[in-house]
């Protein structure tokens, strides 16, 4: 692959998702970020399931930031966007958007920054050159895309 545009994937809202508010449950939102989202960009770029089972690396999380924006309900459909904001030796920072499928508006934004780690030893490594040299490839395609807006945020409580 010589192009990498956002990586984008869909869902639908499944009915085990919906709490007793009548909408989808905010654990649920990070599920669908990690697992629909994260998981197949992963295999995408190269640092998915198939490349921890052939050369015991993987990635663990180490900050997320989920924000709750519209409400999404039981069947809505789901556009997932993934935006490489950084990168270096052994860490990425991303950001997930998640937008209605057909009203198109954003539902919620997970921002994260994971780690390259060795299985063997549990312990931080770095990318090996041709996973960083693809990087670079995303980040340089990506940086052609605005920067979301949500990008960045600090969490705390706004004083006039």
């Known amino acids: 692959m010589t192009k ?3 990586f984008e994937t869909f869902t639908t809202v499944q009915p085990t998702w919906i709490d ?3 909408h989808m449950n905010m654990g649920y939102y990070l599920v669908a970020f990690d697992e629909i989202a994260t998981d197949r960009w992963f295999d995408q770029i190269g640092i998915g399931r198939e490349h921890k089972e052939t050369h ?3 990635t663990f ?3 997320t930031n989920v924000d709750y924006l519209r409400e999404v309900m039981e069947g809505d459909p ?3 966007t993934t935006h490489l904001l950084d990168w270096d030796h ?13 009203d198109g508006y954003i539902a919620a934004t997970n921002e994260c920054l994971t780690l390259y780690v060795d299985m063997s030893t549990r312990r931080s490594t770095a990318f090996p050159q041709a996973l960083q040299l693809r990087f670079a490839d995303i980040h340089q395609n990506h940086s052609n895309n605005p920067t979301p807006e949500r990008a960045g945020r600090v969490l705390g409580i706004r004083r006039s």
């Open 78 to 80: 789901l556009r997932i």
């Open 20 to 22: 007793y508010n009548g």
């Open 90 to 102: 052994k860490r990425i920072h991303f950001i997930h958007t998640m937008y209605h499928a057909e």
């Open 56 to 58: 015991n690396h993987s």
């Open 4 to 6: 990498y545009e956002l």
């Open 61 to 63: 999380t180490l900050a």
